[in-house]
């Protein structure tokens, strides 16, 4: 036997005279490169490869079809492409999602107000863990022990929160009681502020350790349900005078629905009222929306009158300003539904139909901070 020319066609199917055919002629290749084969030469008193395969099929096989395969890269083997070479990166690791405050509440006001509402009573984590050393905790063992017995935490949960506190202090014993909005836990909370009016402090507005003790304490996971209900009274207070009135409901609201106001925005907001002011318009959202809508048209008509096209810069301020008093126009609504069914003379809610209407919610598993939870502990 002897070897068969490449271009030489044969016996078989049409896909195997195809790639043969296609190497010959360099068009690329289909598949991993096969060794040349020897063939023996067809016995004397067989039909021809020709007679047998047809004139069509010799043809096709003299012509390959165009292939659309890629060529390899240089300096990988001929027979292999690209794609079957390169190896898949391993996909990177799965980062957090931002917290949510981070991102702009979207939608409609009643559902920022339901996810507001829900992430305001601590129902969600900071991201990244915090580092801790304990290793150099200063508390003796009696102090450890008088702070076991006067709290709901461990030994080892109050040398991490020994830590946490000086670190908050810079090594002193006490600490401006503004201060502990800094801590990450709250420190992306709309109510920031109010969850700081927990925390007992002295005349001068200072915390110091035992304070921070059993304030959060209180708002531990283990914390005691009914402190729990006075602390979530408490923030609801604004004014602090021992009952909830229509002002503080509203006040509460918007602190939780709120978006963070640009500078921009700040202005914006001060020429609107500004020029409600001027016209004497201060009272009511349905009256300052209709003086903002007859703004908007006087705008209009002015620039058609003109043959011109309308300032929309000054458009957008007043559509801004309808958006802004109609979502307030909707919390006015929210607060009057809440004062009508829970409060008893309509104008304020004591504490005890406060804890009527939300105790029956999940308060000891939602109004949680936990300085214990995502940290990774140094030392001993």
């Not at 700040?266 to 609107?272: G, K, N, P, T």
């Not at 406060?354 to 029956?360: D, L, N, Y």
Request: a negative charge; charged letters at 30%; glycine letters at 8%.
């Amino acid at each position: 036997p002897r070897e068969r020319r490449a271009d030489t066609p044969r016996k078989g199917c049409a896909r195997k005279r195809t790639c043969w055919a296609a190497r010959s002629k360099g068009g690329g290749s289909i598949g991993p490169r096969m060794p040349n084969k020897v063939v023996p030469e067809p016995p004397e008193d067989e039909p021809g490869v020709g007679s047998a395969v047809g004139e069509d099929e010799a043809a096709q096989a003299q012509e390959p079809p165009q292939l659309t395969a890629k060529q390899p890269p240089s300096g990988t083997e001929s027979g292999v492409t690209a794609a079957a070479t390169s190896e898949a990166k391993p996909a990177s690791a799965a980062t957090r999602p931002s917290h949510p405050q981070d991102e702009q509440p979207q939608g409609s006001l009643v559902g920022r107000i339901g996810r507001a509402i829900w992430r305001t009573f601590f129902g969600e984590g900071i991201g990244d863990y915090i580092a801790v050393d304990i290793s150099a905790c200063d508390l003796s063992a009696e102090e450890l022990e008088e702070f076991v017995m006067l709290s709901t935490f461990s030994d080892h949960e109050l040398r991490i929160i020994r830590a946490r506190f000086l670190g908050l202090t810079d090594g002193k014993e006490w600490m401006p009681k503004a201060n502990l909005a800094r801590l990450p836990e709250i420190e992306d909370n709309p109510l920031r502020n109010r969850l700081v009016t927990c925390f007992e402090a002295d005349s001068d507005g200072y915390i110091d350790f035992r304070e921070f003790v059993v304030a959060l304490s209180n708002l531990s996971p283990s914390g005691p349900r009914e402190k729990k209900l006075m602390l979530a009274f408490k923030i609801h207070d604004y004014d602090g005078d021992d009952k909830i009135s229509k002002a503080d409901l509203t006040h509460y609201l918007r602190d939780v629905t709120q978006t963070p106001r640009s500078p921009a925005k700040h202005e914006e907001m001060a020429w609107a009222e500004a020029a409600e002011a001027e016209a004497g318009v201060t009272r009511g959202s349905a009256d300052r929306i209709d003086f903002h809508k007859a703004k908007i048209d006087a705008i209009k008509e002015a620039a058609k009158a003109a043959n011109t096209k309308p300032d929309l810069a000054l458009v957008g301020k007043h559509e801004a300003r309808i958006q802004h008093l109609s979502d307030m126009a909707l919390l006015d609504q929210v607060v009057e539904l809440a004062f009508g069914e829970a409060s008893s003379d309509g104008e304020y809610l004591t504490r005890d139909e406060f804890i009527r209407v939300v105790g029956h919610a999940d308060f000891k598993g939602k109004m949680v901070i936990d300085l214990c939870a995502r940290v990774r502990v140094q030392g001993k």
